[in-house]
Each structure stands twice: as C-alpha cells, then as structure tokens.
C-alpha cells in the first residue's frame, strides 16, 4: 500500500477512540460506506454504537449510523490497513501501543491529537508509517453516543518527515468524506500552530475555569496570553520550524510584530475581537478534570517547555502555566480567575 493509490473498497479501517472527534469521524467514513470499525471505552458503549449506532448532529448534518464496535483493540481479528487514532493525547502512547499487533505490515496510523509527540510515535509504530493530521473543527458529546458537530473546518494531512506523495493524496480523498482536505509539506508548522493555540486557551481555561470571552476580556489574561505565543515562537525560532498560519487567518509572526503602542493595542484588540467571537467557548481540558483524569498540558505547553530548556530558550510563563495545570491536577492549587494574581504573573500588572 506505501507509495501506491488507495481504493476505498479495498481498504480495512479502524478508528481508536469514540469520543467527539474519533466518533464523528467514524460515522462520517461508514456513512460513506467504507470498511470502518471503532473501539471505544467500555462494552455497553459498543454495543450502543452497534446496536442503536452513533447519532450525529450539527454542521455534518443530522443522521444516525451503526458499525462493528469493540472495548478493546485485543478483541478484533482482522488485521488492518488504517488506523486512526483519536484518543486523548494523554491516551496516546498506550493506544499506540495496543494497535501494533492489528496493523499491516504495510499499513499507516493517522494520528489526530492535539500538540507534538512525534518521537514517541515513531519510537512506537516508525515514523515512516505516521501520518499527522491537524483537525480544524469543532466537536462535542453532549451523551454517550451523541454527538455534535459544533463548527465546520477542515483536515490538513502530512508526513512529519517527507514531502506529500501519492498515497497521501489518496488518503486525503478518503477523509474527505468527512470534512474538506488538505496536504502539506510543513505538517510540524501547522501543529505547532494549533499547538500554540491550544496552549492559550485550553490551559488557560484551566488556569481560571472562564469561558474564554470573560477571559479575554481581562488584559492580564490577554498579555500573559500573547507571552505564551512569544515565548512558542521563541522556541520554533531555534528549532527552525515555520509555523504556518492558523486557521487561514491567524498570523503569528505578523500578530507579535511591532513592540510600540500601536502594535499592543492591534494584538490586545484582536484578541478581544476572538474573545467575542468565541466567547462560550470552554477548555476542554476542564471536562478531563472534571473526570479526574490528567490534562493533555505536558503535551502542550510542556513540550514548549521541555524544547525550551533543551535549546536554551528562556520560557519563564509556560513553565508557570505548566506548573499551575500540574498543582490543580494534584490537587494543590484551586481553579480560580485569581490565579492569574499569582506572583510569578506580577511583571504583567
């Protein structure tokens, strides 16, 4: 299969985690009648899917599907020829782990969590069988089972170590049967730009359990978010990577340009602009929490952190952002809007 057109009808797939993303993404591929298996979390959620299948709303439209559903990778025979594993990033490792015995040896795994965890995965399955995918929209589960698609957006497929080739671009017409598609040579610039994003308001929205309009509107919030993004693009400066532009329209090089009055004032007032925009959004990391479960923070703002002090780079507000997620984790620090008083926050006043 590595090099070559892909056909639909010939191919087995199967989608590890059947949460808002790993569901509709499933759904969506069964509903255009390829060959797709899930598995999910425990028994009685397979055989929801299986039997009353998963019911889809929002920008994919309103329908319902079922398909072969399992609690456990162990339980399935067939070896496959795709695996796309849409588990939490804090699942990830464990998750790849489990698949090695299913997949082809020819086979790929599209990997589609959020932040940079490339050298596991290719410790794990090899990196010449890793496909990154960044996915640009939005998802929720209101239920077990149901599930809302709360935004369109789209897939941006690519290798982390070579340029895009045949398969890829087959695999991509595959996905799209999900949301539109795209390929690119820079897939470590266009994670790191959610990466960067996901570290602003997923882990801030921990910090302080606020929506993130009521954040936004505050401008210490909004200057120790523009810090974090100073401080990523710091570190991509010394790793040589591109960081591409988010969402089509999010510019970062441009964002932080111009250290004057003008320049904050443009950056202070674009983000009250997406305060606005996106003002009940929540971060979903506060659902994990919620659940007594880690965050996926070491895989965001750690992984800034940890190339920081690997290449010298001074990250002084990621490193307390980390250190605030990991004491709310354990318990130790509340989650509180006044968190953003802390000390190590006073040179922001």
Not at 74 to 79: A, F, G, L, T
Not at 184 to 205: A, E, V
Not at 252 to 268: D, E, T
Request: with cysteine; net charge positive.
């Amino acid at each position: 299969m590595k090099g070559e057109t892909i056909k639909s009808g010939d191919l087995s797939l199967l989608v590890v985690g059947a949460g808002a993303v790993g569901g509709i993404t499933a759904a969506l591929l069964k509903k255009k009648d390829y060959n797709v298996e899930i598995v999910c979390k425990n028994d009685d959620y397979a055989s929801l899917i299986m039997n009353v299948g998963l019911e889809v709303k929002g920008a994919a439209g309103d329908f319902k599907v079922r398909m072969p559903a399992y609690s456990s990778v162990n339980q399935i025979k067939e070896r496959k020829d795709l695996v796309l594993l849409a588990t939490k990033a804090t699942d990830m490792i464990e998750a790849a782990r489990s698949i090695l015995p299913i997949l082809k040896e020819n086979g790929y795994v599209v990997f589609l969590q959020n932040g940079f965890c490339e050298e596991d995965l290719a410790s794990i399955v090899g990196i010449n069988r890793v496909v990154r995918c960044v996915v640009g929209w939005g998802a929720t589960m209101e239920l077990p089972g149901k599930l809302f698609m709360s935004s369109k957006g789209d897939f941006i497929l690519g290798y982390p170590d070579r340029i895009p080739d045949e398969f890829l671009e087959s695999l991509a017409e595959i996905m799209s049967a999900v949301v539109p598609v795209r390929t690119s040579d820079n897939i470590m610039g266009h994670l790191y730009s959610k990466l960067i994003i996901n570290s602003c308001i997923t882990s801030l929205g921990v910090i302080s359990g606020m929506f993130l309009g009521k954040m936004l509107s505050i401008k210490k919030a909004r200057t120790i978010f523009i810090e974090i993004i100073r401080e990523a693009i710091d570190v991509t400066d010394a790793m040589k990577i591109r960081v591409d532009v988010f969402g089509g329209k999010l510019n970062f090089y441009r964002f932080l340009g111009g250290n004057g009055l003008p320049g904050r004032f443009k950056r202070h007032l674009l983000l009250m602009i997406i305060g606005f925009k996106y003002r009940k959004l929540k971060s979903s990391s506060l659902q994990s929490l919620a659940k007594s479960k880690p965050t996926e923070i070491d895989y965001l703002n750690g992984y800034i952190v940890r190339k920081g002090q690997a290449l010298r780079v001074h990250v002084p507000v990621n490193t307390a952002v980390v250190n605030m997620v990991h004491e709310i984790e354990n318990g130790s620090r509340k989650i509180s809007e006044n968190n953003f008083n802390d000390p190590i926050f006073d040179r922001f006043n």
